[in-house]
């Protein structure tokens, strides 16, 4: 009898082991709904916690289009920072498995071998929401999939751009121009087109991790920031003494990549892809969609918690660009990427 239940209870713990898997990109057992078999459970991760963000309203979309288009036979089991905020740590269980999706900004591509990822990188890019989703739709973003897939040997997979809105200055003291960042330390990404532009400004580009972003600010460990207005106002940036000038700068229309790897692409059937694909589409217009409502909101938000703006139409932008356009134009030799730099700038005021 003792052999028996032991038999009994080693067939039980394998079946559950084998209806958990998900690696291949099909988990077979549990139903939807509707009470449809669900064959395919995918495994959404970002690194945003707050859920007004939206990251995690268009991961919930993501859910409901994938339930949707394929007609409950796939879901999606979504993690809202739950696995982490550190972007690089949800890239190592994307390769891994353990995700099978996430958002994630571009520069970690620098470190693995595609040097020309940091085209994303470069302020003063784009001028407008519209400007930048006519490149990302247009054939300069399907020329930056296939150097992806290319120079990462098929590792990495972008299934759609998302939009982190517009980044702007804020900070201890209210600024118009260049010349008054000089000697100013600033929390900014680490790209080096990125710290290169800061420097000709004559700010000191300084490394603080987002979520000790907050504490830095209060304490004056740093003197000013640079991120978008949804961003810095859930994290109450703006309440801080050394966060509560905001100039509107409107140096960086954000791109964070959509990411799959190509290994669990593949291992998709083409029904499953088909279902992927197009929500992937649909999660990534939300995203944007969302983004760029939230903008107006944040702005009106903030100051009404009393931060003070300077308006993007008082600001000496075009001394900005001048400090901006050598480092594109360097950028685009160094790389190789000329003709990518050249379609961008075409697309401007269409």
């Known amino acids: 009898m003792k052999k028996a239940a032991a038999m009994i209870l080693a067939v039980v713990l394998a079946a559950g082991s084998l209806s958990g898997c998900g690696g291949s990109g099909t988990q077979q057992g549990g139903t939807g709904e509707n009470g449809t078999a669900v064959e395919l459970n995918v495994v959404l991760a970002h690194n945003q916690t707050s859920l007004e963000n939206p990251y995690v309203i268009a991961s919930e979309k993501f859910k409901e289009a994938l339930e949707e288009v394929s007609g409950g036979r796939a879901t999606a089991t979504l993690h809202h920072g739950t ?78 751009y998302w939009s982190a809105s517009v980044r702007d200055y804020y900070g201890k003291k209210p600024i118009t121009k260049p010349e008054d960042l000089k000697g100013m330390t600033i929390r900014t990404q680490t790209a080096q087109v990125v710290l290169d532009f800061w420097k000709a400004c004559g700010a000191i580009p300084t490394s603080v991790a987002w979520g000790e972003l ?115 134009d360097k950028f685009a030799e160094d790389n190789h990427m000329q003709a990518q730099l050249d379609m961008i700038r075409a697309a401007a005021g269409k």
């Open 83 to 160: 696995l982490g905020e550190s972007e690089s740590e949800l890239i190592e269980k994307l390769e891994m498995g353990a995700v099978n999706v996430t958002v994630a900004s571009p520069g970690f591509m620098t470190s693995i071998g595609v040097p020309e990822i940091d085209i994303f990188s470069l302020l003063y890019l784009f001028d407008s929401f519209d400007h930048w989703a006519r490149c990302m739709d247009g054939d300069f973003g399907e020329e930056m999939k296939e150097i992806v897939k290319e120079k990462t040997g098929n590792r990495f997979k972008i299934m759609g």
């Open 214 to 328: 907050y504490q830095a600010l209060s304490q004056g460990v740093v003197d000013s920031a640079e991120n978008d207005y949804t961003s810095f106002r859930l994290k109450e940036h703006h309440k801080t003494e050394n966060g509560k000038y905001i100039a509107e700068t409107h140096h960086d229309y954000t791109t964070r990549l959509f990411l799959t790897t190509g290994a669990y692409y593949d291992s998709l059937t083409d029904e499953q892809k088909g279902w992927f694909d197009e929500a992937c589409r649909i999660a990534t217009e939300e995203d944007r969609n969302v983004t760029w409502k939230m903008f107006e909101e944040s702005k009106e938000i903030v100051i009404a918690d009393g931060a003070q703006v300077t308006n993007f139409e008082d600001m000496d932008i075009e001394a900005f660009k001048a400090i901006a356009i050598p480092i594109q």
